[in-house]
């Protein structure tokens, strides 16, 4: 069953595919507008959300079908009283798309193993694959290409946006270096870090993590950053992140590092002050509404993709 668990499931020209039909979409939004009449789209929600929650459901409801919100902590699953394998035996017979958001990227995989229908991650504690497909659709709007392109993420290396960027930058051909404390505890997953440089090896790209801001950021096309506190961070270590991570923060002296036309990206929701300035973020490098608009678009070609795989020609 063709899922998006993992933006590393996806081939380079999978990706290309998807960004192409999300640009046609974005164009020609009324051509699309009954593609998915008729279907349904079931999100579960473990994790909050603004963004994932309001273009899925706007994605959906644009395109013809149905989107049903669930919030897991109301369910038999949440409580722990049924397994993940019987909701998505369940679900797959209600629905034609589910969507989750989750903690565990152990469950996703488990939901998309049972389910028998397409399964999209809308973000797990390992892995954000959308938001990085509308990221790289900014990208490719603002620059014209991805590959060759020399990407920068300065902050929490060990983090779900983090994680897809390295391997999306890995199979798509971009340099990119992860700008954070030489701390495992802040720094990248080994594992992920593996799979994206033998991703870069067959598209030549580079990948580095560096512990200094501004070499990481030196001659970037794209600074990056995410928020110091990931959802299942305690709020406890608020303070010892602030102290660790302020010498990560995006602010007008550390983009001075960067390419003069380098665009600044962040998924939003953002901490203003912590790990980004307000001069940056409301700056003219700034893309970050182009680039949370660009979710909506996105998350119509993945799941036109997933339904109907000759979506960009229908």
Not at 301 to 314: I, K
Request: proline share 4%; with cysteine.
């Amino acid at each position: 069953m063709r899922s998006l668990v993992s933006i590393a499931q996806w081939s380079r020209s999978t990706i290309e595919r998807v960004l192409k039909l999300a640009l046609e979409i974005k164009h020609e939004p009324a051509r699309y507008r009954d593609a998915l009449l008729d279907r349904t789209l079931v999100m579960l929600f473990e994790k909050p959300s603004l963004r994932t929650r309001v273009s899925f459901e706007a994605a959906m409801t644009q395109m013809g079908g149905h989107a049903i919100y669930y919030d897991l902590r109301d369910s038999p699953l949440g409580r722990g009283k049924e397994s993940i394998e019987d909701t998505a035996r369940v679900l797959g017979r209600y629905a034609d798309l589910l969507m989750a958001r989750l903690y565990r990227h152990e469950d996703i995989v488990r939901l998309a193993q049972h389910a028998g229908v397409p399964v999209i991650n809308g973000l797990t504690n390992d892995e954000h694959p959308t938001q990085i497909l509308a990221d790289l659709l900014t990208i490719l709007e603002c620059k014209g290409r991805l590959a060759g392109l020399r990407l920068a993420y300065v902050g929490d290396g060990l983090n779900n946006v983090t994680h897809s960027l390295l391997l999306a930058a890995g199979r798509m051909g971009m340099h990119m270096r992860v700008g954070s404390p030489n701390d495992p505890a802040y720094r990248p997953d080994p594992a992920v870090l593996r799979r994206a440089r033998i991703m870069a090896r067959a598209t030549g790209a580079r990948i580095e993590v560096l512990d200094d801001a501004r070499a990481a950021v030196r001659g970037a096309d794209v600074v990056y950053t995410d928020s110091w506190m990931s959802y299942h961070i305690p709020e406890d270590q608020m303070e010892e992140r602030r102290r660790r991570f302020l010498p990560y923060q995006v602010n007008a002296a550390l983009m001075k590092h960067a390419r003069r036309d380098a665009i600044f990206l962040h998924c939003l929701p953002a901490t203003r002050g912590c790990e980004v300035t307000d001069d940056v973020i409301d700056g003219p490098a700034s893309r970050v509404l182009q680039e949370a608009e660009n979710r909506l678009h996105v998350h119509k070609a993945v799941m036109l993709y997933l339904l109907h795989p000759a979506a960009s020609r229908l």
